[in-house]
């Protein structure tokens, strides 16, 4: 089935830095991915959408400048947690979706085993 | 709004038990609907979509537009079900966008 890798699995930075998260899709391309966020024992919440070759579409509440994100090829999209504190401090994970039955139907979703970032 | 409610965060059987994990939506549309399993120290992964009508691991769930409803069920649970299951929903049509429930977590004892 498809894959979809993160790096790097596990970051640990200064409270100011900045943070490259990488989401690949390793053996189809996706025009489009998704970032998430978990907390602890909670659910996923969707943070954006990256689209290939054109801005991010953000979801209400979340910060495109502190959260920037790049889709520069079909099987790369990168999310940049900016000037990082801790409440950054979380679990981003990554989906990117190969097609499914038809065109009409929503993509299957293959997430990323997620990146645990912890903001000191 | 669209929404996913998951009432139980932990449901505990016995090996053999049949299972019910309960999954409620509100959506405006026609809903496509999905549930994602995670195994301990795995990452998330499809189970089965509303669409297929298939039967995975045993597991089925079929959607209730009356009652707007996709529970999953298994009649006979085993002890590598015991894992965190997600309902989820897409979102608007051709978006791919997926909502999801807050989870379930699965304990099957021996």
């Known amino acids: 089935g498809a894959v979809v890798s993160q790096h790097p699995s596990r970051v640990i930075c200064k409270s100011g830095t900045s943070v490259k998260i990488e989401c690949r899709s390793l053996d189809f391309q996706a025009t489009t991915m998704f970032w998430y966020r978990q907390f602890p024992k909670q659910s996923l919440m969707l943070m954006a959408t990256s689209n290939e070759g054109s801005k991010a579409t953000y979801e209400q509440g979340v910060e495109k400048d502190k959260f920037l994100i790049n889709h520069a090829s079909l099987t790369l999209s990168t999310l940049t947690v900016t000037s990082a504190h801790p409440e950054d401090s979380s679990f981003y994970i990554c989906?990117?979706?190969?097609?499914?039955?038809?065109?009409?139907?929503?993509?299957?979703?293959?997430f990323g085993p997620g990146t645990r970032l912890t903001v000191l | 709004a669209q929404r996913v409610t998951q009432p139980e965060k932990l449901l505990s059987v016995f090996k053999g038990a049949p299972v019910e994990l309960k999954c409620n939506y509100s959506?405006?549309?026609?809903?496509?609907l999905f549930w994602y399993v995670q195994y301990s120290r795995q990452r998330l992964q499809l189970l089965l979509r509303h669409i297929s009508r298939e039967s995975i691991k045993g597991f089925t769930a079929d959607l209730n537009k009356g009652e707007t409803s996709f529970h999953l069920k298994k009649p006979f649970a085993q002890e590598e079900d015991s894992a965190m299951y997600y309902c989820?929903?897409?979102?608007?049509?051709?978006?791919?966008?997926?909502?999801f429930g807050t989870g379930t977590r699965l304990q099957v004892f021996p």
């Open positions: 989906s990117a979706g190969d097609r499914g039955f038809s065109s009409r139907d929503t993509d299957t979703q293959y």
């Open positions: 959506y405006s549309g026609s809903p496509e």
């Open positions: 989820a929903l897409s979102g608007p049509w051709n978006t791919d966008k997926l909502i």
